[in-house]
Structure formats: C-alpha cells, structure tokens
T-cell receptor
Framework: AQTVTQSQPEMSVQEAETVTLSCTYDTSESDYYLFWYKQPPSRQMILVIRQEAYKQQNATENRFSVNFQKAAKSFSLKISDSQLGDAAMYFCAYRRSQGAQKLVFGQGTRLTINP | DGGITQSPKYLFRKEGQNVTLSCEQNLNHDAMYWYRQDPGQGLRLIYYSQIVNDFQKGDIAEGYSVSREKKESFPLTVTSAQKNPTAFYLC????????????FGPGTRLTVT
C-alpha cells in the first residue's frame, strides 16, 4: 500500500521569506502523480501544484515550486516570497496514474506566516 | 459557475440516527469521491464511483453507504453503524479530460452527539 509522510506538523516563516515543506512517500509503482494541496481556514481543498513521476523537471507555479527526488521518494514544496494568504494546512498527496484513483494524503503541515 | 456543492455546511444529529450528506457537481465529471477528515489528519477515502450505478469501497467504508443514480449526484449516508461519525466530510470529482485531477467541494462538518 502507498503511504505519504509529512514529518513537520507545524512550520512558520517570516513574510516575504522562503519556506520548504517536506514530504516523503512509499510506493512500488513507477508511474504516479504527486500533489500539494492547501487547506485554508475555510477548509476548502485547493490544488497548489502537481508533479508527474515520469517528468524529471520539477513543477513550478508562480511562487510555488517542488523538489522531486524520485529515487529518494521525496517531494518537497518551496514557497518563495511568503504572503499572509499562504497561511494554511498543506497536504502532500499521491495518486496512481491509471484512471480514477484515490488520493493518499499525508498528515499535513500547518504553515504560519509571521508579519 | 461550474463546481461542486455540498449541503449543508454544518449538520447535527443524535446518535443512532442515519444521516445523508449531499454532493452535487455540474462539471460533467464521470468520477466522484467521498473523503473523511479528522482533526490533525489528512483525508481518507470512504467510497468512490467511476460511473453511474457503480461504486467501490475505499479505505474506511464501514458504516457508510452511497448511491450513484445520476452522474451529477453522489450522496453519502452515514449509518448508525459508524462508530465515530463526527468528522469533516469532503466530496470530490474528476474527469478523464483533466487526467482525473480531483476538484473538491466545500465540505460538510457532521457532529453526532
């Protein structure tokens, strides 16, 4: 069974600085997707960024980028120029690539932005 | 606006009662999912459906039931057999067109006392 682990229950960063959230996963599959979701206080799950395992290039979305290390099964999220609106729970998630598969989530990291 | 609606946002029930949570989508997505979130934890899959009139159990299906009579709707019933039903419930949908990327509804907070 696939598992996702986020070892940082809480992180904090000063506004405008950079923070990295860690995620490791375990799978025997070679083709899969990895995601970072943001859950603000409204509790709406918002997709931040996704990475296809077959792509070597790390995904980027504006201030958000990932460091995908397939051999190490590591998938970290870097947030640059942190903003107050980035404060939220962040979840790392895994999904097999074929068809309508379930998402397997980590436990989450609560990110606080200090003004 | 296309999207996923879940109603109500907050739901209260007495122990021993069944309760049905609503999930509707107008995104024309084929697949729909129900997840449960407990405090300090990630989401766990309860049930999912890839097509109308078909659904599969997820990791924590015991005490829950679903139906998929229409493409747009995937209601979840929390039965009295569910030992710890108080939680936040999220519905999601996905489509082959978008490589099965899952879009989430706003969620329903169920409290059973």
């Amino acid at each position: 069974a696939q598992t996702v682990t986020q070892s940082q229950p809480e992180m904090s960063v000063q506004e405008a600085e950079t923070v990295t959230l860690s995620c490791t996963y375990d799978t025997s599959e070679s083709d899969y997707y990895l995601f970072w979701y943001k859950q603000p206080p409204s509790r709406q799950m918002i997709l931040v960024i996704r990475q296809e395992a077959y792509k070597q290039q790390n995904a980027t979305e504006n201030r958000f980028s990932v460091n995908f290390q397939k051999a190490a099964k590591s998938f970290s999220l870097k947030i640059s120029d942190s903003q107050l609106g980035d404060a939220a729970m962040y979840f790392c998630a895994y999904r097999r690539s074929q068809g309508a598969q379930k998402l397997v989530f980590g436990q989450g990291t609560r990110l606080t932005i200090n003004p | 606006d296309g999207g996923i609606t879940q109603s109500p946002k907050y739901l209260f029930r007495k122990e021993g009662q069944n309760v049905t949570l609503s999930c509707e989508q107008n995104l024309n997505h084929d697949a729909m999912y129900w997840y449960r979130q407990d405090p300090g934890q990630g989401l766990r899959l309860i049930y999912y459906s890839q097509i109308v009139n078909d659904f599969q159990k997820g990791d924590i299906a015991e005490g829950y039931s679903v139906s998929r009579e229409k493409k747009e709707s995937f209601p979840l019933t929390v039965t009295s057999a569910q030992k710890n039903p108080t939680a936040f419930y999220l519905c999601a949908s996905s489509s082959l067109d978008r490589d099965y990327e899952q879009y989430f509804g706003p969620g329903t907070r169920l409290t059973v006392t």
